[in-house]
């Protein structure tokens, strides 16, 4: 089992900054990629990024592509979720996750999921 834990979420100005956090309990998190998704309401939850957990390796939906950043940390077992220039459309409750598999696009890839963090961006 791995335990997530989200932090980092609020309520911010439409153009500012959120950096969130996921802190990885349990399991060798190290071996697990981390993804985040957020679910917007009435919508269904969507891929944001993942990161690899070998490599590094970065993946991004194109629809966020150049406003985010996401990294790792495995020495502290934490995950890290950089959004810029924050538009009303990124108002939702965001989620980070685990997978051990490959298909990082995938919500069914991912077996472990944090609570959620809100995120709501006022104009």
């Known amino acids: 089992q791995v335990q997530l834990i989200e932090s980092g979420g609020g309520l911010v100005q439409a153009g500012g900054s959120l950096r969130f956090s996921c802190v990885a309990s349990?399991?060798?998190?190290?071996?697990?990629?981390m993804g985040w998704f957020r679910q917007a309401p009435g919508k269904e939850r969507e891929f944001v990024a993942a990161?690899?957990?070998?490599?590094?390796?970065?993946v991004y939906a194109d629809s966020v592509k150049g406003r985010l950043t996401i990294s790792r940390d495995n020495a502290k077992n934490t995950g890290y979720l950089q959004i810029n220039s924050l538009i009303s459309e990124d108002t939702a409750v965001y989620y980070c996750a685990a997978a051990a598999g490959f298909i990082l696009r995938d919500r069914r890839t991912y077996s472990y999921w944090g609570q959620g963090t809100q995120v709501t961006v006022s104009s």
């Open positions: 349990g399991r060798t998190f190290s071996k697990y990629a």
């Open positions: 990161i690899t957990w070998k490599d590094g390796i970065p």
